[in-house]
């Protein structure tokens, strides 16, 4: 789970960065491949009963692990933290392993941690991992304000560009909004103090930062997006109606309102105000209409 995610962003960087463009033809078919996954971004596969009654019993009947691509019993400890993973995150449980093994490689790079915490820092990684490579991919396309870089070659930046426009067409503005709506600290820490998934205070605050950095992401996404290209009028209204239902408005003595926005808040407001048609003032103040 969260070596597919780092495995994806090192190619993607590899060829826009790194200039690895031999390497296209296999980052067309992974981005291919992971189409539904961006549109539907942070989006995990959900838990299954067939996969969890084979994961209890794995202490004794050897299960595929994807990741290993091998058969594999488990420890009845994995085969509860498993489980309890599953629960926290709404999580396949096959892939709940797959978190597991990979905490218990990664573990020496976390220092203090156990393999469960480990595993919960891997989940929030894999999902900022995911959503920077969104971002990176927007960057890289093609528009009004930069490019990226000049020598990438024409045939690399044409399929991004219809990439991209692929994943606005099926509503991804729409889904990253709807993710943004939902994605509170307050209730996460909840559900992960409930099962113990929060250990000292290194820990907690190393999850809340990534969790953060998640919901600023999607937010740089959209301001991206409408950056290079502005939405159309459907998308518009959506960031409109976004920034209407999520400010708090908080009436003082003078009549004014100061409206308390976070960080994916004001990337979200502004890239609204990129989507304005400003050529009308423009013509106003230095011209008559022809």
């Known amino acids: 789970m969260w070596s597919t995610q780092k495995n994806l962003s090192n190619l993607i960087n590899g060829v826009v960065v790194g200039k690895?463009?031999?390497?296209f033809a296999t980052l067309q078919e992974e981005l291919n491949k992971n189409f539904l996954n961006f549109l539907d971004i942070l989006k995990d596969p959900p838990c299954d009963s067939v996969e969890r009654t084979k994961v209890k019993k794995s202490n004794e009947e050897a299960i595929?692990?994807?990741?290993?691509?091998?058969?594999?019993?488990?420890?009845?400890?994995?085969?509860?933290?498993?489980?309890?993973?599953?629960?926290?995150?709404?999580?396949?449980?096959l892939k709940s392993v797959e978190l597991l093994i990979e905490a218990e490689?990664?573990?020496q790079y976390f220092h203090g941690f156990n393999r469960g915490l480990t595993a919960v820092l891997l989940y929030y990684d894999s999902k900022k991992?995911?959503?920077?490579?969104?971002?990176?991919?927007?960057?890289?396309?093609?528009?009004?304000?930069?490019?990226?870089?000049?020598?990438?070659?024409?045939?690399?930046?044409?399929?991004?560009?219809?990439?991209?426009?692929?994943?606005?067409?099926?509503?991804?503005?729409?889904k990253v909004l709807a993710k943004i709506g939902i994605?509170?600290?307050?209730?996460?820490?909840?559900?992960?103090?409930?099962?113990?998934g929060l250990g000292n205070l290194k820990h907690r605050k190393q999850v809340k930062n990534l969790f953060e950095e998640v919901k600023v992401l999607l937010g740089e996404c959209i301001f991206a997006?409408?950056?290079?290209?502005?939405?159309?009028?459907?998308?518009?209204i959506l960031l409109i109606n976004f920034l209407k239902n999520?400010?708090?408005?908080?009436?003082?003595n003078q009549l004014d309102s100061q409206i308390n926005l976070d960080t994916s808040h004001f990337f979200v407001l502004m890239a609204l105000l990129y989507c304005f048609d400003t050529l009308y003032l423009d013509i106003k103040e230095h011209g008559k209409l022809t």
């Open 183 to 196: 994605h509170e600290w307050n209730k996460a820490e909840e559900n992960l103090v409930r099962v113990n």
């Open 225 to 236: 997006c409408a950056c290079q290209a502005p939405l159309e009028q459907t998308n518009t």
């Open 105 to 107: 490689e990664q573990m």
């Open 64 to 93: 595929q692990i994807n990741y290993l691509n091998c058969e594999k019993k488990l420890q009845p400890s994995v085969i509860e933290e498993a489980i309890a993973l599953s629960d926290l995150f709404s999580l396949s449980e």
């Open 246 to 252: 999520n400010s708090q408005m908080v009436q003082n």
């Open 129 to 174: 991992i995911q959503v920077n490579n969104l971002k990176t991919l927007m960057l890289v396309r093609s528009g009004r304000l930069w490019i990226l870089d000049e020598n990438i070659p024409a045939e690399i930046i044409s399929f991004i560009d219809l990439y991209i426009q692929r994943l606005v067409k099926n509503g991804l503005i729409e």
């Open 20 to 23: 690895k463009y031999d390497l």
